[in-house]
């Protein structure tokens, strides 16, 4: 089962940090980018996909650490602001596959560009986001062992969530240190078990510390039980 649970204001980072926060994301957990002219498209992947749990409130932030959680049910009108984010973002995609397009159009037509030159950048543009699309879709993969461990743990009564996307600045393990703390106190609150994938062996090390445990379907999966 699920919880509705709100996640407070003041663990949901402002919005004005998510460029900042994608950034991280993206350099600490990746994929990594497929080539320097690509990033720009996986940067703007991953503050897509943290603008969309932002919205639905399931984003918790503290200073330069960012943890994601899944599961909770979210009311309604957050549910709309998510589908809103979600459509403004596909809209976004959709720009950047046609604009570029329609720029060398432009430059062919009325600055006698070569249209060699005009539309191998364009290309170029188009490429890149759909191939880092691919990329993260192929790194993807590694999140379904964690989602068979909610699915199997929740048939067996209990609420469980799924705590993912935590990454902070190496100069600030503070901030890290701080932010699951008090998102383990807020689990624990609602009697809620967690499930996380580490991204590194220092992340893991953090987990276990804080009650973690090696989980029943696949060894790299790590399950918290509420803790009184």
Known sequence: ????????AHLRPPWRHLPGLAALGQRRLGPPALHPLTRPAALGLWLFALAVMHAGARLL?????????????????RRAACAAVFLLGTAAAVAWLW???????YAVAHHHLPPLVAYGAALTAVLALICEVGNMLLHGRAVFPASITVRRLRA?????????????????PVSAGRLLHTALALADTHHIGLVAVPNSPATQRAYIRR????????????VRTPQP
């Open 1 to 8: 089962m699920t919880a509705r649970l709100d996640i407070p």
């Open 61 to 77: 932030g503290h200073k330069s650490a960012m943890l994601s959680v899944t599961g909770p049910r979210t009311c309604r009108p």
């Open 99 to 105: 604009l570029p397009l329609q720029a060398a159009d």
């Open 156 to 172: 067996t009564g209990g609420t469980w969530w799924e705590a993912g996307t935590f990454a902070a600045q190496d100069n600030d």
């Open 211 to 222: 009650g973690f445990r090696p989980g029943p379907v696949h060894p790299g999966v790590l």
